[in-house]
Each structure stands twice: as structure tokens, then as C-alpha cells.
């Protein structure tokens, strides 16, 4: 309980000044990653459905905006569909050794009722910097065993939603342990789905987002929760977890910023494939080989990679194609490429790349399971059909923070993504990008379209 | 898997003349105690945090009712307000081996379902039974060790809701089977709140009706869901449960009707409370024994009442004090009544109660937890000031099946209820009384209102 009231009363009180630049700057940089996202997933299955169900059984308009289509609705149903589109093209960014996705959840939470509260620019990141910290932070708490079953970025999302709209709302210590304990307790998403390719992904985030903001909302309202509901003995380690390590919940707080280590992704796949990914491409540069000569790949990676990625091996979908290591590397290999249009064009049916696919096979390493989650290591060893033998490793994959992506390539990235789906022209793209660059001058966060 | 499946084609193929007169006639009277419950709780705290979040952030008119305020709005939200407020006063019923709390989940879910589709009260009622009939075999299937953690009305109750809608919507078997998916992998519940006396099991109550019926409208539109959601490897038994037993899933299906096999709720308390409080009224009537006689009261009790209820000494609420297994057998030796109105005017300041309740303590007794859930034994040990003992056992708690409230005690409760909140008049409950016993006739289940 100890580590949970740190925990809670640094959420209460971090304030502006405490927040070094450099994290600010790396905030807007994540919006404008999170907002590529959620652009990119206009009209594909199942976006369509989450925008019907807030349709049908929400408020015509209000003052949130639902990104793809630009309509308005009611906080609530705007972090739902904003969350589901966010985690859709796999192009959200990642919290390495917390295995969370924060900005699928904390963004869609936060902006929607930013929008809904008149909150300025400089506050919504506030809040969204103190949603990354905690969020991170209960992750890694709730550790290897809970991300085995449950999807953290579900589970642990809920909690990182509710975190930012509870600072939105400027609470107090006593306030946030009330709101963990609402938010916890309807903490929920289990990996099941992913070996059937269902859509459960996109279900999971946009209710964690929405979960989350309720929470924020009642919470304001009066509503109690458990003050022990991470640490309790009927609580979400206990139920949920089998090797939760409490002193995460407050390791360094003011001090380390979590937003900081988080990864944008640069390939349009599951995270786990990046590292491999990164590697096999270095590998075939640096020997100069083509993917004709390849006769076998072996990944060599982390026992959570296995249990995400080991369900599947012939994709179904262009969706499970992303969490298949052999149609990934087969992009790299036969594309040197794994972006979106690369999984949309060539990922299902282009027979290169299904011959390299099933020329690859996953072994567990025990060095590199060793350093994940804190890193995520890569590393390919290549058997050419003249029996020569190649291995390469990469320590940071491209997106990594020691390898991060520039302002030019996230701005590349959202003008992509855009592209993806057709949405905006090239006018709009810009004034988005551009206001993303100066969301804290704003007093309202709804200038970002204007 | 395969019980996964027998239960699903179960849920598709039912069909209403397989269902004996006998079910429809207690899903009746359930539907009836179900309304019951949720009109006595308006205006309680925290009641109005729902109607005002569902005002804020969902239609302001729809095809659905808000029960406690006759006011409109979208089913999603209907559901969710109304599995709220009948959960809170502790009335609704009870299915013994699952410990699930069926009717406060499936109720408010297919009934704003069955207003906003349109669909006859004979259709209604085989929705709400083909919930029962699964709610409980899943309830049994996650077994005790789920139900230590997490509060089963909230997590199996997102599935006994989810199944009744899917059958308003005549589902296919693969249509129960992603419905079951996506309903499942957002089962949450966590039962920390009751030692803080937090507001979150009417939250619980609430999403999983509201949870379960969006996974139904989901479902229709096209959503898939994980396939084996129930028994997969990464699925609800894997991460929530360590004594699931499958072969519940499929027990007896159409041969054993589950829903008869529910209790009334007699007393305004939780359901581990009552065998002993039934055993002490009997006890004191037979040996004709005043509670000032009392120097001793020994409850020999099964585990789950110890884990659920060992957590509360001194309540610090009326909603708590109903998990205090020392106030509720105070009330039942001073007033001989644990009722709405004797939990409102006693449980908290009376000396006489408190001065019994300091007299209880609760015991574990090995025969009583071998036959639990399956049977809830009511066992006291009374000592008295000149050194008497006396003990007492209850095989069937008023309201269990063998010992059911006759439709006249059906009755008096509802009024009893209606009149706890004040909530219409004389004329009016005797309206919506007759309508419920012919609930069946209506070609629109809006009609009970008529």
C-alpha cells in the first residue's frame, strides 16, 4: 500500500515546472505519432462498427471529435472510437519494459474530455506526461506473468486513461486512490483472441480508454473505489499476476521520466517482430544478400515474443499478419520493407514472400530473454543455400529511444499514414503537424484543428 | 472446447416449447424481484452518479427506460443505470453454486435490448432464461477459486448478459461462439472495494450489463471474438480461475432447468448472511430466547462467507453493514427482522445491535463447506448468560428453491421495495404486478408499462 500512496500522491502534485522540456517535447511528439495512428485506420473493419455503436447509442454531438470522421459526439464515446482506430495499423508506440502501448490509451482519454473540460494545450500534455508515468509504471508492477495471459495495454490501459483525466480534473491524492480503485476493478483483456485473428484489439483499447474516463468522471462525481486495489489481497496483482514486484510503482518518480524510454514504431507489425526485423535487414546489407539466397532464418528471441507471436503461422488477415515473425521477415527480406502498404500489397499472397515465411523459425534466447523487457534485443542468424552462415545483432531497433525517430521522419510517418487511408490533403496534414509543434501555446486543445 | 461448443449450440437451438411452463413462470417472478430491486434503490447514493453520467454523456431520449427516473435514453445506458440500481439494496437474487447474482445482469441487459428491438415479452423471457441457463453453468465452470478474487456477478455477469441479448437477436451457435469472445475478454470485477465499503459493485453490476449487451450488438454487426475464450490457453479459466471444471459448461443442458434452481432474496443482505440468520431466528423461536439471554452467537459458516465477509468489523455504511455478518444477526435477534427498513433505522447506531454484533463470530465448519455452493447451510451456536447452549441447523434458507416466496410473498416484497423509495403509487404497482404475470402476452415488452 505504501508504494501506491507514493505513487498516488506524486500524480497529485506533479506540476508543470517539474516537468523538464525535453518530456514535453517528446509529448507532442507521441500525439502526433498516436494521431498518424488514428488517422490511418479510416474505413477499415472493424472502425466502421465502433463508429455505428457510438452512433446508435450516444449523443449526436457534443463537444469530443472523433478523428476519422471528424463528427462530434460525447467524451465518452469519443475515446472509444479514437482508442479502437489508434490500435489498429500496429503503428502506435510502445513502453519497452512495461510492454504497455500508451498512447492508444492515454491519448484518446485525455484529448476526448480535454475537449469536453476547455482544457488548454499545456494541460493536456500535463496530463497525458502523469497517464505515461503511471501507466508505465503499474506495467512493469504487474510484470512478465500478467502479460503472459491479460493484454496490458486492456488491462494496464484502463488505469493509464483514467490516470490522465484524473489529473485533467486537477485531483487530489485521496481522489486518485479512489479512481485507481475504479478503474482497476474493471480492468480486463485477454490475449485469446489473437490465434482466431478476431478483433478483440481494437475492443480492448477503446474500452480501456473509455473505462478510464468513466472512472475520471464518477470519481469526480463522488463515486469510491478500493484504496488497495493494485496491492489488496482480492486486488489486480493478486488476481491477475503471479510476479508482481511493488517497488515499480514508485521506482524514481520525478526523477526518471518512463514517457521518455517509449519507442515509436517504425515497421507496421507487432513490436515483438521489430528487433528481428531490424537485424535480418542489417544483415542483408551488410553481406549483401537477396532474398533467393536465404535458406533458412532463425530468430533468436524472448519467451513473450513466443507466446504473442507462436500462435500464429498462416496469417488469415493482413491484421494477423503483423504478429506473424514470418511474413515480417519476409517483408524485410524480399521488400526491405514492412510498412503498411508493404502488409497491404504483399504480406497474405505474394509467393516470395510466403517462401521466405516458411523458411523461418523462433527459438528462445537466453540472453536476450534475459534483458527483455528492459531491452529488446535482436537477432537473426541466416543460412544461405551455399551453406554459408550469417548472424547479426542489434541492441536498439530502429524507434528505440537511443535510436529514436527525427522530427522529419515523424513527420514523414504521419503524412504516410494519412496517405494510407486518403485522409486530408496535403494543406490539412500540414496545419496538423504544424499545431501539433505548438499544442502548449494553446488555450484550448480543440485548436489543433483550426 | 467441445463443452464450449455443446454450450453454444444449446443457446442457438433453444427454442420455446423445449422450455417448461415451469421456467417461464419463475423467469416471471424473477423479472418481477428484479424490478423490485432496482425501484427501491432511487435516490440512493450511488444512484444518481449513474442517471447524471448517462444524461451527460449519452442520448437525452431513446427507445430504452431508466426505471428509478421513467425517463428515456439509449439501451446501452438504459442497461447501465439499471444493473446499477438493482444491485444496491441487496434483495436481488441469488444462484447458490455459482454464486451469481443472475437477474441484476441479465435483466437490465435484455430488457433495454428487447424495448430497443422491439421484441414480444415471450421472446424476452426466453432471452432472459437462455442467460440464466448460461450465466450459471460458466458461474460453476470458474469455480470457487475465481469467486475468491473476483466478484462473478461482474465478470460472468458480462456473459449472462451478452448470451440474453444475443438471443433477442437469434444468434447462430458461431455467433455465440465470438459473442462469447468479445464478451469474455472483458469480464472484470474485483472484489478489494467491500473492506472500504467503495461504491463499485453497483459499477460492476453496471458494466457487465452494459458490456454484455454491447458485445451482442457488436457481435450482430460483425465483430469475431476469440473462439474458446472460455478454455483456451490464454483465455478467462487460464487467467482468472485455477479449478475450472469444463464439465459444468454443458451440464445436463435442456435436461436441468438452472434458473429454477434460484433464490429469493428474504433478508436485505448478503446472501452468505442468511443461513445463519435463518438458523438464529429459528433458535430463538424455539427456545423462546430474548437477545438480552445472548452472551454468545458462534456462526459456523463455509469459507466464501468468511472471504467475502470476514473483511467487515465495524460497517461503516448501511450497504456495509449488510456484509457484516455480526450486524445481521444482531438485527434478527433484537428486531427479529433484517429488512430495507430495519437496515436503515438499525444497523449502524443502535446499542442493542451493536452490543449482539460485538457477540458474533464467524467459524469455518468443514461439513457446511463440502456441501457449499451446491447447498448453503445455515448453522448457530447460541450460549446464553446462564451458560445454556443451544445450536440450529437450516438445510433450505427462506427463498432457496425448496423453500421459495409464494407469489403472494412475490408481491408484498415488491410493494415493500417500491414503498422503501417511495417510487409510485398505490395503483401503480399493482399495475406493473399484473402486467409482469402476464408479461408473456404482450407483443412488446414496453407494455408492462401500459
Redesign the interface.
Known sequence: MEETNELTLFLANLDEKQVPEAVYSRCKALFLDWLASAYASKKL??IP?FE??AQ?????TGKATILVSEKST????AAFVNAACSHLVEQDDLHNSSVLHPATVVFPAAFAAAQDLDISGKDFLLACITGYEAGIRIGEFLGRSHY???HTT?TVGTLAAAVAVGKLMKFSQSQFL?LI??A?????????????????KQ??TA?AAA?GL?AA??TR?????????LQ?????A???SSDAQPEFLNDQLGQRWALLETSFKYHASCRHTHPAADALLMLMKKNALKFEDISEITAHVHQAAIDVLGLVTIPKTIHQAKFSMGTVLGLIAVYADAGLDSFKKHALEDDNVISIRDKVRMILDQEIDKNYPKKWLGKVTVKTKKNQVFSELVTDPKGDPLNTLTQQELEEKFIKLCDFSGMFNEIERKKIIKNTWKLDQFSHVSELFN
Chains 1, 2 share one sequence.
Not at 460525447?74 to 464515446?77: G, M, P, V
Not at 476493478?185 to 490465434?195: S, Y
Not at 462525481?221 to 486495489?229: H, P, V
Not at 489488496?232 to 489486480?236: A, E, I, T, Y
Open positions: 473493419h472493424p462498427l455505428h455503436f446508435y447509442m450516444g449523443p449526436q460525447s467524451a465518452y464515446f503472459k495471459i491479460f486492456a479512489h480503485g475504479t482497476g476493478t474493471q480492468a480486463a483483456g485477454l490475449w485469446e483472441f489473437l490465434k482466431d485473428a478476431a478483433d478483440s475492443l480492448h474500452k473505462n468513466l468522471y464518477f462525481d463522488g463515486l469510491t473505489g478500493a484504496q488497495n486495489i489488496g489481497r482480492q486486488g489486480l493478486e488476481g491477475m
